[in-house]
């Protein structure tokens, strides 16, 4: 395989399984140094013994992306090792669907903390990384996790589907501010993809329209946007993907 992004420091929020954790394996196949950031460390462990066993370099950090200090600590600790990323995929997310008039403010909370104020705790710690490979190397890449839910109709996504515009719509801001700095941004709104995302999901009505949805149509894998972070982040420094929807072939909307 091309070693596009051999010499690159790479971040990766939410690696501890799904689409975070296929992005941190397949980067590091492309030559990057892969950083690996979630909560749960036994599940990292794992992960940088399977990129370490491949012949590539890795680092595990467990953080929790809500919390800001532990967020700082570890962009302290890239800096402290590798001087700093200058690719960030910003993965982390939480999806936990339930009607809005059940008012279950536990679940929005828990949305809005991974999903707005996590991009944004992870955003904050390493921009001034990002800003410096853009002046050092003339390119660093930011590259967002949003969803399809960030422009379709979803019933009892509503909080879910909220947070997730928040994410295209600040992608989109962010690169107005980030491109003459060299710093490219890019949002990936997928569409279905199997992975454990959906396993915590408690609302009946929207399990049972998964449920429904899988047995009609192949969703993707993880390993789909994965290769998607990867291309965006090889592409020619003059070339800015500025937003990509990944979608199933069947799936409609």
């Known amino acids: 395989m091309s070693k596009a992004l051999e010499g ?8 501890s399984s799904g689409i975070g954790e296929a992005a941190a394996e397949h980067l ?13 460390a036994d599940r990292l462990s794992d992960l940088i013994t399977r990129i370490e066993k491949n012949g590539g370099r890795a680092l595990a950090l467990a953080a929790d992306v809500s919390d800001a200090a532990s967020v700082q ?4 600790r890239v800096q402290a090792e590798f001087g700093g990323a200058d690719l960030l995929f910003n993965n982390a997310g939480v999806m936990l669907p339930a009607p ?12 809005i903390d991974t999903n707005v104020t996590g991009l944004m705790n992870v955003i904050g710690a390493f921009i001034p990384q990002l800003v410096a490979a853009g002046a050092a190397k003339g390119i660093a890449d930011l590259v967002n996790t949003s969803s399809i839910g960030a422009q379709n ?11 997730k515009a928040f994410v295209t719509h600040s992608s989109r801001q962010m690169r107005a501010e980030l491109g003459s700095k060299n710093v490219r941004v890019s949002v990936v709104e997928p569409g279905l993809v199997r992975t454990e995302l959906q396993d915590h999901v408690t609302d009946a009505a929207s399990n049972e329209w998964l449920d429904g949805v899988k047995d009609s149509l192949e969703w993707l894998v993880a390993e789909d946007i ?28």
């Open 8 to 15: 690159r420091v790479a971040v990766v929020t939410g690696a």
């Open 28 to 40: 590091a196949e492309l030559g990057a140094t892969v950083v690996a950031v979630a909560r749960r």
């Open 153 to 163: 109709i979803y019933p009892n996504f509503a909080v879910y589907a909220g947070t």
């Open 226 to 253: 994965a290769r998607t972070v990867g291309f965006i982040a090889s592409l020619p420094p003059r070339v800015n993907i500025q937003q990509v929807t990944v979608m199933p072939t069947a799936q409609a909307s």
């Open 73 to 76: 600590a570890a962009a302290d």
């Open 100 to 111: 809005v008039d059940e008012q279950r403010a536990d679940l929005w909370q828990r949305e």
